[in-house]
């Protein structure tokens, strides 16, 4: 998900920030984890479907992180994860 807020001028004129001494500031990747979990589905005897997690999850981040498809039981400590992973924006 990409978060757009207001331009300034200086991202209209694709122009780098600069440090107080006037040297660019880095590039650094985006960070924001993702969680997502699997669940799977069945129609009910009343005619709307029946969900049921499977206990596995899959935690994402746009840096290129992914732990794949894991049961909860094997994902790494959440907080580890946040501290590897900061955001400006509420995480998993």
């Known amino acids: 998900m990409v978060h757009l807020g207001p331009l300034t001028p200086t991202e209209l004129d694709s122009q780098d920030k ?34 049921r997690p499977t206990g596995k999850v899959w935690i994402l981040c746009p840096c290129g992180y992914s732990t794949g498809l894991v049961d909860k039981a094997e994902l790494p400590d959440i907080e580890a994860l946040r501290a590897e992973h900061p955001s400006a924006h509420t995480m998993v």
């Open 18 to 51: 600069a440090d107080s001494d006037g040297t660019p500031e880095p590039w650094a990747l985006d960070h924001h984890l993702h969680t997502l979990a699997q669940s799977e589905a069945r129609p009910g005897a009343d005619g709307w479907m029946e969900r």
